[in-house]
């Protein structure tokens, strides 16, 4: 296995299988940021920590970002040993990961996300990064393709699901589906959504999107 210094091995037990493996995980002393896009896809000089964010068990098939890969019950780990691992071709994604092996990892984890019926804010999270990677790639019809998942997902989060126990907050999340459907080009929906953001009474505790906010709003007004 390649060893790249920015990398460094992490250990993890699989809560389906019970088995060990390596995964790997970039030193934040190592990371140079470069910049960020409006989506809040972060560059760095070198390797790109969202491509190292899901583990996957080599040994069972099981992937999930990392946030959520042990909250599993036994009743989800049958479904994961029925309809993945009884299927799976035993293979490592440990070391230095390619784009294609990161997107791989990120559509293992939809996959199993779609079987235990994870919310629908969490698919989103994951759709967002695998167009994140996409992006990087350069595959703009496939970068489209998860955008357009991750905003009918998000869309479904916002009016049905209580978003207290998530990592983004409301305002953010309103931001980022207009942000989304300005890249998409849906243009008044996106101006909707960023006039939401400015109209929420929260917005003076977060001068960051309000300011996001009014540059992607100008920018959807004069496309």
């Known amino acids: 296995?390649?060893?790249?210094?920015?990398?460094?091995?992490?250990?993890?037990?699989?809560?389906?299988?019970?088995?060990?493996?390596?995964?790997?995980?970039?030193?934040?002393?190592?990371?140079?940021?470069?910049?960020?896009?409006?989506?809040?896809?972060?560059?760095?000089?070198?390797?790109?920590?969202?491509?190292?964010?899901?583990?996957?068990?080599?040994?069972?098939?099981?992937?999930?970002?990392?946030?959520?890969?042990?909250?599993?019950?036994?009743?989800?780990?049958?479904?994961?040993?029925?309809?993945?691992?009884?299927?799976?071709n035993k293979r490592s994604f440990s070391g230095r990961r390619s784009i294609e092996k990161s997107i791989e990892a990120y559509k293992l984890s939809l996959?199993?996300?779609?079987?235990?019926?994870?919310?629908?804010?969490?698919?989103?999270?994951?759709?967002?990064?695998?167009?994140?990677?996409?992006?990087?790639?350069?595959?703009?019809?496939?970068?489209?393709?998860?955008?357009?998942?991750?905003?009918?997902?998000?869309r479904e989060a916002y009016y049905n699901e209580y978003l207290a126990d998530s990592t983004m907050d409301e305002l953010t999340l309103t931001y980022l589906i207009g942000e989304i459907s300005r890249r998409l080009g849906e243009k008044e929906e996106a101006l909707n959504w960023f006039n939401n953001v400015l109209r929420n009474p929260e917005i003076k505790d977060n001068r960051v999107i309000e300011k996001m906010t009014r540059e992607q709003w100008q920018l959807a007004k004069e496309s």
């Open 1 to 88: 296995m390649e060893k790249v210094e920015e990398l460094y091995d992490k250990k993890v037990q699989c809560p389906v299988c019970n088995q060990e493996f390596i995964t790997n995980k970039v030193r934040t002393s190592k990371l140079r940021l470069i910049k960020r896009d409006s989506d809040f896809l972060t560059y760095y000089e070198g390797e790109n920590p969202i491509k190292y964010n899901v583990f996957v068990c080599q040994h069972c098939g099981y992937a999930s970002m990392e946030d959520k890969f042990h909250n599993i019950n036994s009743k989800e780990k049958k479904i994961i040993l029925d309809k993945v691992s009884s299927k799976w």
């Open 111 to 154: 996959y199993c996300g779609q079987l235990l019926n994870f919310e629908k804010y969490n698919l989103a999270n994951i759709c967002l990064r695998t167009a994140w990677l996409y992006r990087i790639k350069k595959d703009s019809n496939e970068e489209k393709r998860f955008l357009h998942f991750t905003l009918d997902l998000y």
